[in-house]
């Protein structure tokens, strides 16, 4: 299970380095307090639940081919989260760093582009919007 | 024949609902299922191309031939990380 409603337990994702590891490339995406200009006060997930586990699936095992000797462990948040909280986070552990940064950096763009996921922000005012990164510089990396 | 359209974010939305049973003619594809859409809520019109689609949780081209059963959906803009 890559999805999770309660929060990101990101201790348990340290945990994932074996002896012959040398290196835990760990990325967190937390809570934006502004987006676009716009103060957020929290953000709602929301997931094709389904589609998105096979989804992110299929992007670890097309990265364990890409990357041997790296494992990876993603976990995603859906639901309502505030500012701050970890949304997703990703943990490639392997014998040296390189290699860690690269399959982790790949990891979180690759689930970013296709994984059948979306956000709302909300803002101080009461309105809220649907984040569309095709469209704003919210898709930047 | 029959397909479920299951309907996320912006669009479930627009369209009220989360899912919905659609009864189709033989051979329909994606696209004109699509267009069937937009010709029953303005939201849907306003697109220029078929968004990314998927097709009991894969994502499939526009052309592709609907069958009973399929579950059908039309991805707004994925914005996870």
């Known amino acids: 299970m890559y999805l999770t409603s309660s929060p990101i337990d990101l201790a348990s994702l340290l945990l994932e380095a074996r002896p012959s590891d040398g290196a835990l490339c760990l990325f967190v995406g937390v809570v934006r307090g502004q987006n676009e200009g716009r103060e957020t006060t ?6 094709y639940g389904e589609m998105a586990e096979e989804e992110i699936g299929r992007i670890a095992r097309d990265l364990a081919r890409e990357f041997p000797a790296v494992r990876i462990r993603m976990v995603h948040r859906v639901g309502s ?4 909280e970890a949304s997703v986070a990703i943990a490639a552990v392997s014998p040296h760093r390189a290699e860690a940064f690269a399959a982790c950096r790949a990891a979180i763009d690759r689930l970013k582009t296709t994984v ?9 005012d009461g ?10 510089a919210g898709g930047r990396r | ?20 049973m659609r009864e189709l003619a033989a051979g329909t594809r994606v696209e004109e299922l699509w267009r069937a859409l ?9 697109f220029a191309s078929v968004p990314p689609a998927a097709v ?11 069958r009973e059963g399929d ?11």
Do not use: C
């Open chain 2, 71 to 81: 579950e059908v959906v039309f991805l707004p803009p994925v914005a996870g990380g």
């Open chain 1, 127 to 136: 309105s809220s919007e649907w984040v569309d990164p095709t469209r704003t």
């Open chain 1, 81 to 84: 989260l505030s500012v701050g």
């Open chain 2, 1 to 20: 024949m029959k397909v479920r359209l299951l309907h996320f974010a912006s669009f479930r939305e627009a369209a009220g609902r989360d899912q919905e």
């Open chain 1, 42 to 47: 929290a953000i709602q997930y929301e997931a």
């Open chain 2, 38 to 46: 937009g010709r029953e809520l303005p939201f849907f019109a306003r």
């Open chain 2, 56 to 66: 009991n949780r894969q994502y499939v081209d526009p052309g592709v031939v609907l």
């Open chain 1, 116 to 124: 059948p996921i979306w956000k709302k922000e909300l803002h101080p």
